[in-house]
Structure formats: structure tokens, C-alpha cells
């Protein structure tokens, strides 16, 4: 741990900070106009936005009628015809006309918002099965980033006689993700033959235990002949406990409504399910045994039920949810059972276990082993990579952190990125506040750049204080880096003072900062919390009071100078409450401290502050530690000047 991070007094320099806030009054960043401050056509035009994201045309079509001469013709056509081919609900609507979307697509061709398009028109072909034209227009889907359109793509392949059923499978892992598209592929491989009822049955099962219940219910349709009892179905998913005490039947419906009813107990109770399933698990196969205690002690292990890892023993080689997969793992690592977390590694599907975390710690599982040359192989597949088990993987390999050497770009390269068609589009849209379709644009101009082009573009967002845009692009080159600009430190004045007055990490809130806002000045999350360091506002008026600024108001709360100081006070606040653990303190900035106290409670050892980063139970928690502490490393080792270890950072974590 670095010895930056030491428990701070609050004495008269936070006094001092929290009097003279705002006597400097300098505006050291552009803050977005307020929406009623825009002029009228801007605001109808953010309407009209709003009309095509309810895929009302009605709306849409008026609204754009007071707006002919907007200054984005191409997103004030996108408005009226994408409301047009879906429904109020969200469904693709098969009756919708193809000839506007024909001719955007021509007159458009190659641009963002053309892409955009052919993804709704590709959901609407697929819904009519139209497999020629859908065809034609994926081959020119450029993203190809919806699943929907991807399960499409393989109903279409499997119409023509191809086997898909494999690349579906490793395509189905995220039941919130299937909407139509993905029932759709479901049933017709049913009907094919491609699937069996039990590949059904699993994704049932899966989309229950994720809570896409209405897709679980849809997906029950996709057996056809084979369908279950209405009724029986009812039971099970609404009646779970009672269904399972009536015994399980001989026939194959019958077991698998049982591990049905069984997922639907475990994820309102899991110890419940425990007690029901070990009364009916003489009944059902033993493979069906496996599937039933690993939907068990996934439910377990994520409410902290102890010995949810001994029934996770009972469930190898189950097929199971990705998430199954991977807290099977996690509760492998948590008691220390490195040959569970071996063979638990090896079980999963090819491309969750390719996945960075999971190379990580099946090397560490072969290094206990003492097979050192084949963890240190694995280790170094991902060493090379700048993220959290990336730079794991290097210490482990003994190499210490360091900023690779910077590639420097002239002014010449900056203006020339300047003038990057879209551009100007973008900033139109940041300046509205549509960061999706800003995004889109600017994101849009960077396919096929060159390192250096990339850093000159993430240069040029950095002198027009498009700050998010700087890191974004800086973070995409492969070969020629510049982590000043990856790691931006904007402000640095404000977070120098407040950061010493709190006797705090400055690479640490820096860390923080690049991972809640990405330094855009206007950030508002979906519960509330504002501003560069995202504080919630109820924290904010506890910290105010502490430090003597009083009552505050919801606007200055999200200024610069006092969101900075609000954030570094109340993070060094909680690492202080939280054993000076930079994880346990990380976490409780995002999810609250009681939690991680919580969590540390029911450790039941000591364990590395990887390991508990993650075991964390929340998934936006667990990803947030894992980025704001390398986050934290690389600021660290950019303001310090020399190399820097994550793994001491992480440090133990002991129960409490």
C-alpha cells in the first residue's frame, strides 16, 4: 500500500479550502447550456429525439415539420423513419415501409447514422424473415454490435441448411440481451432439429435465474409440440415450493419443470431450495443432479450463504450460466480451493474462459500445482494488455508497472484531426446533451486510424476540453501510446489542493475520477449522484456540514471546486472507516461502506485484495474496484515518475 494513502486529520486546511471556495470564481472548463437556455430549434429537435426513442411517429413527424432547415438533415430524417419501423413496445413492426429506409441508406451511405439505420431495418427484415434482403444489408452492418441482428444473422445461415447450433450457443449467454431476434433463432432451431428440448430447457432455465422472466416465458413457446402444461409451468415458476413437495414425475417434462421450479426457489431463497431439492434429487438424473445444486449455490453464493461452495462441488461438468460459471469460480478462490478453481476454469465455454480474469487465475491454479512454465505462459498472454489482470499478470511474471515511452504528435497531426468529418456533428450533440449520438459520430471517424492518428485526434479533444472523448479515443491505440492523454489529469490545480488538504492519493482520486465521470463536468447517473466524482447528494450535505459549508444546494454540489472536495473528503473519510484498505474504501465509495463491511464479515479467511475485488457481489461494484485501482497505478506511476505495484495497492483483506 502506498504510503501516500496514511490517515489524514481534518484540521484548518479544509476549513481554509471549504471558506475560500469559490473566491477564485475562474471557469477552468466549459459546462454544457442548460437545455432551456438552447435556442427554440435546438430544443424541438431534443424533443424530436425523445419522439424516436418512444417510436412515437405521430410526435415525430410534427415536430419535425417546425425544424425543415435543421443543421443534422440526416438525424432529422433517422427521427421520423425509426419510429415508424417499431412498435410502442419495442418490436420490430413487419409491416413497416421499406422504401424510406432504401433511401436514406443510399443517400446516407458510409456514415454513423447510416449504420444505425440498417441496424433497425436488419431487426425489422428479421422479423419478417425476409432472408435475401436481410442478407444483403448485414453484409454491409458495419458495428454488428446487437444481438438481436446476430441471431438473426444465424437463423438466416441455419434457413439455408448450415449447422449453427454451436455459434448459437456461445451466442446465448446473456438472456436480457435475446428480445425477438433471439426467441426467434431459439424456436427455429427447435423446429430444425439443431436443438434439442434440453438446449431449450437450459436457456429457460438461464433466463429465469437472470430475472428475464418474460423471455423465459416466450422461450417455453419455442418447444412447440413439446410445451410444457400450462398449468404445471404456472406451478413451478409462481408456486416453486409447492410444485417440488408434489414429487417429480418419470417423464422428461416433468424433470425439467422440477429444475425449473428449482431455479425460481433458489433465487428468492436459496437455503430453501437446498432443503427442497435435496428431497427430490434421488429422482432426477445425475447430470441433472449437477445442474440443479449449480443453480443452487450460484443464488448461495451471491447472498453469502456459508458452505454454498460445497454444493457448488456437486455441480461439475453441468452446463450452467456464464454467471454460474464464473461464481463457481469465485467461490473456489474465496476458501483457497485451488484445485476447484483449476478444474471449475476448465469447464467453462471457450470464450468466458479466454476472457483476461480467467487466464489470470487459472495460471495462478497451475502455478500452485507447480507447473510454473505453463503459468507463466498463461500469464503472459495477457501481460502485455493495460488493464487490471494485465498488470496482475505482469507482477506475477516479476515485472513492476511502468508508462510505456510517449508518442508525441505535432500540431500539424492535431489540426489535420481537427477537420475529421463528423466532428463538428458531435460537438453539436455533446452541446445538446445527446452524448449517445455524440458518441456515435465521433466514435464513428476513428475506424481503421493509425496510433498516431488516434493520439491526435484524443489530443485534439483534449485542447477543446472534450475530455471523455480524449481518454475514449487515447485508450484505443494498440502499439504507440501517450498515457498522459489515457490517463488525463484535468483540473489538477483544484485536485492538488484538495487532495493535500485531506492528506489523500492523488493518483487514487484521480483514479476514481477517470472511472466516474471520465471528467464530463455534466455527469448524472440514473440514482442521483452528480458531478466530476459522482456524489450523491445526501452524502454531499453530510460532507458539507462536516467541512462548514453548510446547507448546499443541488448546483453547487456539482460544481468543480466543491464536488473535488466533497469526494476526496468523503473517500479519505471511509478509508479511514475501512480498515485504510484502498479496496474496501473503493467499494464503499460506489456501493456505500456498510456494504463492504458486510462483505469483509463474512470472509471466512484472509484473503488477497484481488481476490475480494473479485468476489464482489455487485457486479458494478466488482468492475468499478478493478478500474479505479489500475486506474490508480498508472496515475500514480505517470505523477510519481517511477514504477509502481497494483498488487500492493490490493493488499489482505482479513475478516472482520
Known sequence: ??????RVSYTLGLALVAATLFMSGAALAKRPAPLTSLPTDDQIFIKLHDAARDNDPVRAARLANLIPNYPAPAYLSYFQIKPRLFTGAG?????????????????????????????DYLRVLGARHDWPNFDSQYAKFVLDDDTQVKCYALESRASRGENVADAARALLVEPKWHGDGCVDLITALNRNQQFTSDDVWQLIRQAYEQGATTTGGKLVDALGAARPDP???????????LFLAKGVQLDAASHQLALLAITQLAVGDPEAAEAAFTVVAPSLTLAERAIGWGTISYQAVLKQIPGAVNWYRLSANAPLSTQAYEWRTRSALLVGDWTMVRWSIEQMPAALRAQPAWVYWYARALKQSNEVAAADQAFRTIAGTYTFYGQLASEALGQQIVIPPQT???DEEVEQASRTPGFELAKRFYALHLRTEGNREWNWQLRGMTDRQLLAVAEYARRIELYDRAVSTADRTQTEHDFSLRYLAPFRAIVERDTQSTGFDIGWAYGLIRQESRFIISARSEVGAGGLMQVMPDTASMVAKKIGLGSISRARMNDIDTNILLGTYYLSMIYNQLARSAVLATAGYNAGPGRPRKWQATLPRPVEGAIFAETIPFN?????????LSN?????ALFDGHPQSLTERLGQIAPR
Do not use: C, W
Open 620 to 628: 458494478e461494484t466488482r468492475d468499478y474496484v478493478k478500474n479505479v
Open 632 to 636: 490508480t497505478v498508472y496515475y500514480a
Open 91 to 119: 418490436h420490430a413492426n413487419a409491416d413497416a415501409p421499406d422504401a424510406p429506409v432504401l433511401s436514406f441508406l443510399q443517400r446516407y451511405d458510409g456514415q454513423a447514422i447510416a449504420d444505425r439505420l440498417r441496424n
Open 231 to 241: 398449468l404445471l409451468l404456472q406451478q413451478a415458476t409462481s408456486q416453486p415450493r
Open 1 to 6: 500500500m502506498s504510503t501516500r494513502l496514511h
Open 408 to 410: 508525441r504528435v505535432t
